[in-house]
């Protein structure tokens, strides 16, 4: 088996800076503690498949802003390794993460904290996509990503895409095709950011 590492995005959990448009709805503080509850269920998932799997590791990429005050929340989550988003846009920060962990394994995946939805057999069919594809994306229904994977194939920038519409996927796939990468899609799912999002994801079997 290849070696795969799964980097998990998460914000520190900050009281008026995490899940807005859900805040809208439920407050900052309820906000922050759906944040808190999505980020440790996407952690437990992909750990929960780590752990049954050789060559695979699960590591955490934090977003700038926290500090010793949120060493108990980073204790309560498993990984092998933490380390800290690189500065830019979306795109450059993942850009950096993968290239980076593109060194020391075969494939590289980054998961979001907002997309709690997965289970052993769809991370299975994302590692199994990179044998036959350069990357794997895993599309939400508001037209975005929870998931995408990558191997080694010179692939250096995710610039130039209007990050947080429903024209991501698009563009994103657009540019693979110019650039002349192959990519593979795995079974659309929904991510968490509004309400009824939340509300799904709840009263679903992965909450």
């Not at 130039?160 to 657009?174: C, D, S």
């Amino acid at each position: 088996m290849q070696s795969a590492v799964f980097i998990q995005f998460a914000k520190y959990p900050v009281l008026g800076n995490v899940k807005t448009r859900l805040a809208r709805f439920v407050g900052e503080q309820g906000a922050l503690d759906a944040h808190i509850r999505l980020t440790a269920a996407v952690n437990q998932q992909l750990n929960r498949y780590g752990e049954t799997r050789d060559k695979v590791d699960v590591k955490l990429a934090l977003a700038s802003g926290g500090g010793i005050s949120h060493k108990e929340w980073i204790d309560s989550l498993t990984f092998d390794y933490c380390l800290e988003q690189p500065s830019g846009d979306l795109g450059a920060k993942m850009q950096r993460v993968m290239f980076d962990a593109l060194e020391h394994y075969d494939y590289a995946f980054i998961v979001g904290s907002d997309f709690p939805v997965l289970d052993d057999d769809f991370l299975q069919q994302a590692i199994n996509s990179l044998s036959n594809h350069d990357f794997v994306f895993a599309p939400t229904e508001d037209g975005g990503f929870g998931l995408v994977g990558q191997r080694a194939c010179g692939f250096t920038s995710f610039g130039e895409i209007e990050w947080g519409t429903n024209r991501v996927l698009e563009q994103v796939q657009n540019r693979m095709t110019e650039l002349g990468f192959s990519f593979s899609l795995l079974d659309k799912r929904f991510d968490v950011d509004e309400l009824e999002d939340w509300k799904r994801w709840l009263q679903s079997d992965y909450s």
